[in-house]
């Protein structure tokens, strides 16, 4: 079964090349360590933009280390889970300051970096440096859930490990790099989460769910929580030709980026006058400020909350008293210096 399922899948990557532009001949293990953070809940197409972008401003992990935190959430911007920048910001720092700006080769010392956890170190390992680890994301559960009739559930960590597992015995006498890839792409593109190519596809006469009508049964998900509802509601203070951000530095959502200023409350509506003039009180120290407008409520999903954001603008009637640290007042032409959650950055361009 391994070597009908290694031999099928090696031939089936042969006749559908799907070429990536970190997947050369002589890989640097800084390209693949960049296009493995930054495909990770990206789809390639999005996801390729980013790592393109990302090479031509920093093509050395020496250049990334250097870089301000600024500049790189702002090169991140839109593709979220902002942890992701952070963590491969703090590695470049740790690889350049701590390893003399040498990769770990070995799948334990990649382990060890910030932002990387077994499927990663498994995935650079292997595509870097050859190593024999079978990587397991999402599409390889799927596959094999389906072609090893695997009945519990995905999410299970006892089923990530037999998946691992499974996926080990298949890739014995194969190039891993080659096995790894071949897997992934197969799942993304023949065994699709809906309406997989079952009636094309090369597996099909050794695939337990295909053979069992049990496709659509296959993979089993646990239920996934309900989305926690939040409303934000972004003050937009202008004074002269310029409005004020804030970085986050809670431990929340959008940790690090750049937002106007944000009430949050239980609901759409939006805020009373006398809670707004108060909080720009305790943001500039007065409120002599006019309302100019307020936007409709915009929803962006993120994995677990779902944000519902209202801007609200107002004028400066006078210069603002007092500052914070994390405020910076912007113009037009400034504003894409600062890392910005998608929303915001939709709404600034639009205003
Ligand atoms: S036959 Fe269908 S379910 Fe089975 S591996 Fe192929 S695409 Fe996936």
Not at 190 to 200: G, H, I
Not at 207 to 234: G, S, W
Not at 260 to 274: A, C, F, G, V
Not at 297 to 315: A, E, M, P, V
Request: glycine residues 4%; aromatic residues 12%; charged residues 20%.
């Amino acid at each position: 079964m391994a070597n009908f399922f290694a031999r099928t899948l090696l031939k089936w990557h042969r006749d559908n090349p799907r070429p990536l532009p970190w997947a050369t001949t002589n890989p640097d293990p800084y390209h693949i360590w960049l296009s493995e953070i930054i495909m990770q809940q990206t789809r390639i197409e999005q996801g390729t933009a980013y790592y393109l972008r990302f090479v031509n401003k920093f093509p050395t992990v020496d250049s990334l280390a250097s870089a301000s935190t600024d500049q790189v959430m702002r090169l991140w911007q839109g593709l979220g889970y902002y942890t992701r920048a952070r963590n491969l910001h703090k590695a470049a720092k740790h690889i350049v300051e701590n390893l003399d700006s040498n990769f770990p080769d070995t799948y334990e010392g990649l382990l060890a970096l910030p932002g990387i956890g077994p499927y990663s170190a498994a995935a650079i390992s292997s595509f870097a440096f050859g190593r024999r680890h079978a990587v397991v994301d999402g599409n390889v559960k799927r596959l094999i859930a389906r072609f090893s009739g695997v009945r519990s559930s995905i999410d299970d960590a006892s089923t990530h490990l037999q998946i691992q597992q499974i996926a080990s015995t298949f890739m014995t006498d194969v190039s891993t790099a080659v096995f790894n890839q071949a897997i992934m792409n197969f799942g993304a593109l023949v065994c699709k989460p809906k309406s997989p190519l079952c009636a094309a596809c090369p597996l099909a006469t050794h695939c337990f769910a295909f053979q069992n009508n049990l496709v659509d049964a296959l993979p089993v998900r646990t239920k996934k929580k309900d989305l926690r509802e939040r409303y934000f509601h972004f003050v937009v203070l202008h004074y002269r030709g310029k409005f004020l951000l804030q970085r986050r530095v809670e431990k929340d959502i959008w940790h690090g980026l750049y937002v106007p200023p944000l009430l949050e409350s239980k609901s759409t509506r939006i805020p009373s006058h006398t809670r707004l003039h108060s909080f720009v009180h305790g943001l500039i120290g007065h409120d002599d400020i006019e309302g100019i407008e307020s936007s409709s409520t915009i929803r962006q999903l993120l994995s677990h909350q779902s944000i519902n954001g209202r801007f609200i603008h107002y004028k400066l009637l006078a210069p603002p008293i007092t500052s914070f640290e994390t405020f910076v007042w912007v113009s037009k032409k400034t504003m894409n210096q600062y890392g910005k959650p998608k929303m915001v950055a939709e709404m600034l361009n639009d205003y």
